[in-house]
């Protein structure tokens, strides 16, 4: 007798595997087939050898990992794509707010359906920033027939500076809880904006965001692209952001023993973006998840 739990499990996969086959068959071609959430089968998802060896500035992300994944998550991996483009050498990691000019959360003039989001004081970038970026990118192609526009009060929302040119402290609208410390991307993907849900590690799918706690302290805001386990059992991640290691934007590849806890975030409902509340309430106290696999 099959019990409940197995049942389960094969309609989930059932399910995907006929949405996946529906899509495919109504859209062909048309990119309307991954205007929709990304799914997993409950598997830990690992890398090859082959996707792990591009160079670490590249615009392959789409192409590379797109091939795992469907649904929102490849927007986000187009949008980190045309993210690169704008600095093929990574173009320089930099923080430091009391600085002249002070930091920029990306080194060019990013817009969010043709309206712009700051003014870059500097041509480098940081973390935050970049996956960010990424994000509006990705929305700016999963509304690419331009039929969308946005409130002056939501476009306020979504700047990532003041319309002064100040820079937007943390925990201040839509950028300002995506760049707060600790779990941002999950602050405003999930509580603030509803585009989002939280997503296990054994369920990441690359396009996700992830916030990294680290053994030896602080963070960084990521974007996932895979697990890895090599030929003697070491474990790691390979994901995209900008870090100094990569001299700003870049793919990099780390040892899971420097990661203290992780928090994932996935692309789900885009269209709630336009029904944005902008004084939505967002609690920071938010639990991590531990790595653990086989």
């Not at 409950?42 to 590249?58: R, Y």
């Not at 173009?91 to 043709?114: K, R, T, V």
């Not at 700047?159 to 999950?186: I, L, T």
């Amino acid at each position: 007798m099959i019990g409940y739990g197995v049942m389960k499990r094969c309609m989930y996969l059932l399910m995907s595997v006929i949405l996946m086959i529906v899509t495919h068959l109504v859209s062909g071609k048309d990119s309307n087939a991954n205007l929709l959430p990304t799914m997993n089968d409950k598997k830990w998802f690992f890398l090859k050898q082959e996707d792990i060896t591009t160079d670490n500035h590249n615009t392959l992300h789409a192409k590379i990992f797109g091939k795992y994944t469907f649904g929102y998550n490849l927007y986000i991996l187009q949008g980190i794509d045309k993210t690169q483009s704008h600095a093929m050498d990574g173009g320089g990691y930099f923080m430091g707010i009391h600085a002249i000019p002070e930091e920029s959360p990306i080194g060019y003039d990013l817009s969010l359906f043709g309206k712009k989001l700051l003014n870059p004081p500097r041509t480098s970038s940081y973390c935050s920033g970049a996956t960010y970026t990424a994000f509006i990118e990705g929305l700016n192609l999963i509304y690419a027939d331009g039929a969308y526009n946005i409130s002056d009060k939501l476009y306020e929302a979504m700047r990532m500076q003041e319309r002064n040119g100040a820079r937007r402290e943390d925990n201040v609208k839509y950028w300002g809880y995506w760049n707060a410390s600790g779990f941002g991307s999950e602050m405003a993907l999930v509580q603030y904006s509803h585009m989002g849900v939280d997503i296990k590690p054994q369920n990441a799918r690359p396009g996700d965001f992830m916030n990294i706690s680290w053994r030896k302290g602080g963070g960084h805001s990521v974007i996932f692209l895979g697990w890895y386990k090599d030929n003697r059992g070491r474990k790691y991640i390979k994901f995209w952001s900008s870090q100094l290691a990569t001299n700003g934007m870049g793919d990099r590849m780390i040892s899971l023993h420097k990661i203290q806890q992780v928090k994932i975030v996935r692309l789900t409902k885009p269209d709630n973006l336009f029904f944005l509340r902008v004084q939505q309430s967002v609690n920071s106290k938010i639990a991590g998840d531990s790595i653990h696999f086989d």
